[in-house]
């Protein structure tokens, strides 16, 4: 079932965002300009350490100040032009989204509620978007930065690669649990709408809605996500260290200066600061895939016709 979901959930982003196709090469451009920029900072800060360090505060070190102010310069208009782009692109999902939703919602009263989901990908679509690509390129590219101070540097990317492997294996059969948990909210949503309006005709005084199930199937989602994070944290830890150590014994063999094991411990720091986003990544992605399912069974009646 889980290989189900996963096959389902790059049909159900074709099928249902692919107008943001030309947003999202845009996107990665500038997503692509902010990681060279951020990972080519350090590279700067290693020469003028150096140079600082041989007291040579002359030409060579205003020209490599300004290179690095125009790096950050760039970088921050990267990232603002990311936003800019995902705003519209939220715009472009409420125009395309609505008209159609809202007949279909209206056809099928039990499911009368996920016409809100468009709501839930608006917000869910620029996190998912800047952070996928921002860590994916940070990483990426950042590992190619350290490998080229020191060949042991690639060692840890590939330990770092079997990692992510397993990372995403944790994760199997969490869109079902997703899914699951949103099954229950919208079972007490429906519950709490049809009651108001038998109130409407006959009040009454009838309990709460129960809610036992919906925090099982929240339990059981969460147990993945955990297992997810905390996986995550182990990674992120050993990763510093072995950074760390490494750096040392390579400047204690002669094989690494100070200023490159400055700027590899940056260059680290970025790499898994990226990866702190994974928890809030993975609940955003659980939460963006479950919506598009629940605007998919909205909308079967539609396609079938």
């Not at 600082?52 to 030409?59: D, K």
């Not at 690095?68 to 715009?91: G, N, P």
């Not at 649990?177 to 006959?202: C, F, G, M, P």
């Not at 182990?234 to 040392?248: D, E, K, R």
């Amino acid at each position: 079932m889980a290989s189900v979901y996963r096959k389902k959930t790059v049909a159900l982003l074709r099928e249902y965002l692919h107008f943001l196709i030309r947003d999202e090469k845009i996107l990665f451009f500038y997503a692509i300009l902010a990681a060279v920029c951020g990972l080519t900072l350090p590279f700067f800060i290693q020469v003028i350490v150096n140079t600082i360090a041989l007291s040579e505060l002359t030409l060579n070190f205003m020209v490599l100040f300004l290179a690095a102010s125009v790096l950050l310069a760039v970088y921050f208009l990267s990232r603002f032009a990311q936003i800019i782009i995902l705003e519209y692109a939220q715009r472009k999902i409420k125009d395309r989204f609505v008209p159609m939703l809202y007949r279909a919602a209206l056809a099928k009263k039990k499911k009368i509620f996920y016409y809100f989901e468009i709501n839930s990908i608006q917000k869910y679509i620029s996190i998912w978007a800047i952070d996928i690509i921002n860590i994916s390129l940070t990483t990426i590219v950042g590992f190619m930065a350290l490998a080229v101070y020191h060949p042991v540097f690639m060692v840890i990317l590939l330990i770092f690669a079997v990692c992510v492997w397993y990372f995403v294996r944790l994760g199997s059969g969490a869109i079902m649990t997703s899914v699951a948990e949103s099954d229950q909210k919208y079972k007490i949503y429906y519950e709490l709408y049809e009651e108001s309006k038998r109130q409407e005709d006959q009040p009454s005084s009838r309990g709460l809605p129960k809610v036992d199930q919906y925090f099982l199937s929240r339990h059981k989602h969460f147990t993945i996500l955990r297992s997810q994070i905390i996986f995550s944290m182990i990674v992120q830890f050993c990763g510093h260290l072995s950074v760390l150590a490494a750096g040392y014994f390579l400047v204690q063999a002669e094989q690494l200066s100070i200023g490159q094991f400055v700027a590899a411990e940056i260059i680290a720091t970025g790499i898994f600061s990226s990866l702190n986003k994974a928890p809030k990544f993975l609940d955003v992605h659980y939460s963006l895939i479950t919506s598009l399912i629940k605007i998919d069974s909205l909308m079967e009646g539609d396609k079938d016709a």
